[in-house]
């Protein structure tokens, strides 16, 4: 009995790089990826550009730290003292 | 009616406790539970609409969202999942609206400002930082959803199951659109840049 074809190493890791710089493959896809990188320069270079591209990307991240500006909760305040005006009793005149 | 410590006293109230007291319509135990996320709610944001006056309008209507919602909230999911979640949706709310109004959903280039280099600097950080700004623009060029995906994970650091959270998709979902996020961006860039980058 024939085992079923598995699709073509090149696509799957292809579809996979961004997994295994993650660390997101199994044992068994780590070692199929790899083992394709190995005889193919397209998949190796594309390890090494996503590799760049997530150390390039998460050192944008450590540079651009923002502060919420400082009226940032002025509408729930103002929300809630509507409702708390709203729930106090009418005084009579 | 709710008790209403002083803020110092807040401050050491656990965030099981800030969420009751919010429930009852304590806003300050509220603001000390959301004031904890609200830079990188903003950045988070900031990023994903390109322009600081949306972003702080899409925030404030984030939070009172958040604040009118508070007693929908599940404790099984965490605060600041929620509460991005409601920022996250708030602003693809913008951004569709914009689209609609016929405008571009792209980032503008001075929405983040990078620091520059300066002269004692060496040759390779001036490179660093065109590099950066190809990056900016790059993801500024991204369709919503793949720069929501790319923002969240690789840009504000949260782990695959909190950011696939957020955006209300499975895990193998989310990574499948970071897969496709990041090449679109390597493809702006080019493979050569990014390996010396690496």
Known sequence: MRLPR???????????????????????????????????PEC????????????????????????????????????????????????EA | ????????????????????????????AFESLASAHTDHLYAVVLRLVGDRTEAEDVVQEALLRA??????????????????????????????KRLRQGRSVEVEDDSIVLVAPTAEQPAHTAEQHELGEALDRA??????????????????????REAAEIV???EAAFKSRLHQARMKVRARLGDQALVAAG
């Open chain 1, 44 to 91: 190796s270079l594309g390890i090494r550009a996503v590799r760049g591209l997530v150390r390039l990307i998460h050192s944008v991240g450590r540079d651009s730290a923002e502060t919420a500006p400082a009226g940032i909760f002025d509408r729930v305040r103002a929300d809630a003292a509507k409702a708390h005006g709203a729930s106090e009793p009418a005084h």
């Open chain 2, 168 to 170: 209300g998709v499975g």
């Open chain 1, 6 to 40: 598995r699709p073509a190493s090149h696509g799957w890791s292809q579809e996979h790089l961004s997994h295994y710089v993650d660390g997101d493959l199994s044992w068994l896809g780590r070692k199929r990826l790899e083992l394709h990188a190995a005889q193919c």
């Open chain 2, 67 to 96: 604040w009118r919602g508070i007693g929908q909230f599940h404790s099984r999911s965490m605060f600041f999942t929620w509460l991005y979640r409601i920022g996250v949706n708030e602003a693809n709310r913008a951004l569709e």
């Open chain 2, 139 to 160: 993801i500024a060029a991204l369709r919503p959803r793949y720069r929501t995906a790319l923002v969240l994970r690789d840009i504000e650091g949260l782990s695959t």
């Open chain 2, 1 to 28: 009616m709710t008790d209403d410590p002083p803020a110092g006293a807040r401050d050491r109230l656990t965030e099981s406790e800030l969420i009751r007291r919010a429930r009852n319509g304590d806003v300050g």
